[in-house]
């Protein structure tokens, strides 16, 4: 038999057995996460918008991963989720049973202010995005702030969790750029923590994901009890118009790119991710349940139920955003720094 006449048969053999193999790849993810729990680390205390996406998202996941495996939350607040970001990379188990979704501004700390943190973003596996995240600043009414211009004349005290977090990084960018007397108060535990500071009147506001605000404080929101400042991202929120964004406040050139740089959060969002060394192949699956379950029509209902924004972005695509914003010069760095610090 010439060499012309075993090609075809060669090639056929070989893809009878390329399509065995895929079957038995999604079989031995299937095996490996059947009768397991999932466990997604938040990086902030119950209650907060965070926890309630990924409860939210949860049932879904396990509808969609191979095995269907339980999907449960577990909540590490610390050091604006760094705490939960260091434990996921680090010391969680490296097989694609512990998943993290911390803070996107940890991305940006990466490079700003990376003492404590044990992490390469770059390494990073991004599951998917749920939604993005303009973060909004909000005050009580009844303390005569209600525009930036009154900021600027009175004090302000802003909760905070940490310093790598956006609840302190914004409000200070604002005092260095925009003349805000902002006073910062860290150390509270989340967004439900400082929540109840302000009704407490222990602090007059804070900062939150726009459609955390939305989702969990509509009736404050239509009652005007709760003010809305200035909002920190790329562009205005569509049902934000008249509330100016940080960097439109900025006139020089050069600030506003290193506050373009720092609202790069906004894009990322609250994004699931694994570790570097969890399998390729569990990955796949797990980005590909991803997929399904936020284009579920369940899903979709209940986050329009609880008034809670989707904003899908795949895993991969959230990857390039990482790295756009990682590739930051150093010049734009040290005047990040000297904006936040």
Not at 58 to 79: C, E, H, R, S, W
Not at 193 to 219: I, T
Not at 280 to 307: T, W
Not at 324 to 337: D, E, F, G, I, S
Request: with cysteine; glycine share 10%.
């Amino acid at each position: 038999m010439s060499i012309k006449r075993c090609w075809p048969l060669a090639a056929g053999l070989a893809m009878v057995a390329l399509g065995a193999s895929l079957p038995a790849r999604a079989d031995t993810v299937a095996d490996f996460y059947k009768g397991k729990r999932v466990t997604i680390v938040v990086g902030f205390g119950a209650g907060g918008g965070y926890g309630l996406y990924v409860q939210a998202i949860g049932p879904f996941l396990t509808k969609y991963v191979p095995g269907n495996p339980d999907i449960v939350p577990q909540f590490m607040p610390g050091a604006g989720s760094l705490k939960a970001a260091n434990y996921v990379y680090n010391s969680a188990p490296k097989d694609g049973t512990y998943l993290a979704v911390t803070a996107p501004t940890l991305v940006v700390q990466q490079v700003t202010a990376p003492r404590g943190m044990k992490l390469d973003h770059r390494k990073v596996q991004y599951i998917g995005r749920m939604n993005q995240m303009n973060t909004v600043f909000m005050v009580n009414a009844g303390h005569g702030i209600e525009k930036m211009a009154d900021a600027r004349m009175k004090q302000v005290i802003f909760a905070s969790t940490g310093k790598g977090d956006q609840s302190y990084m914004y409000p200070m960018m604002a005092n260095r750029l925009v003349g805000t007397k902002f006073k910062i108060v860290l150390g509270y535990q989340g967004s439900k923590d400082m929540q109840m500071a302000m009704e407490r009147n222990e602090v007059q506001g804070r900062g939150g994901a726009w459609a955390s605000w939305k989702s969990s404080f509509a009736q404050q929101l239509e009652s005007k009890s709760l003010i809305p400042l200035f909002q920190v991202g790329l562009a205005k929120a569509e049902d934000l118009p008249s509330i100016p964004l940080l960097r439109d406040l900025v006139e020089n050139t050069e600030d506003r790119a290193a506050v373009e740089f720092l609202s790069a959060g906004a894009e990322i969002g609250r994004t699931i991710w694994a570790g570097p060394a969890v399998p390729r192949d569990r990955v796949a699956a797990l980005r590909a349940a991803f997929d399904r379950a936020m284009k579920d029509p369940g899903m979709i209902a209940s986050a329009k139920k609880r008034k809670m924004d989707l904003e899908y972005l795949s895993g991969e695509k959230v990857e390039v955003v990482v790295g756009r914003t990682l590739a930051v010069t150093p010049k734009q760095v040290t005047r990040a720094n000297e904006l936040i610090k």
